[in-house]
């Protein structure tokens, strides 16, 4: 059940952003307008962890947050998801962005998503805090990624 979790979540973010990267591609587009899709991924895990935190006993809780696999999460996600920013960022160009930084940290938060949903599949830590730890920070070394790029990538 944890790893179906783990991948669900992933899916969400990377559908709650690719949905908003047409609307970001266009200069009209308020990206507060965009926000409410992408807080369900971040719900999910927030609801996964107070869930733990009540199930599990607090001396387990260190060994939860660290896991065995953290360094190589914190590697393989941004590794996974260089191809599909930069396919993204790409894609991105063709439009007429306003706020291309906003546009490229969307296309970092999908191109997470969808790395983070790979590795899911093969990480053996399945608890809701060690993904919201170190998934969350995997993907926002994409997100950042995604923002500096696109200021250079995405202009009209």
Do not use: Q
């Amino acid at each position: 059940m944890a790893v179906a979790f783990k991948i669900v979540v992933a899916i969400a973010l990377a559908v709650s952003s690719l949905s908003a990267l047409p609307a970001l591609s266009r200069p009209e587009t308020e990206p507060r307008d965009l926000l409410p899709p992408l807080i369900v991924a971040p719900a999910l895990i927030a609801m996964a962890v107070l869930a733990e935190l009540i199930a599990m006993p607090a001396s387990t809780w260190s060994a939860r947050l660290v896991g065995t696999n953290s360094l190589v999460c914190l590697s393989f996600i941004p590794l996974i998801g260089i191809g599909p920013l930069a396919l993204l960022l790409l894609a991105l160009r063709y439009g007429a962005s306003s706020h291309p930084a906003v546009s490229g940290a969307a296309a970092g938060l999908a191109a997470g998503g969808i790395a983070a949903a790979f590795y899911a599949s093969h990480c053996t830590d399945d608890s809701p805090l060690f993904v919201a730890t170190w998934y969350t920070m995997a993907v926002a070394i994409l997100a950042i990624a995604g923002a500096f790029a696109a200021r250079r990538v995405i202009h009209w």
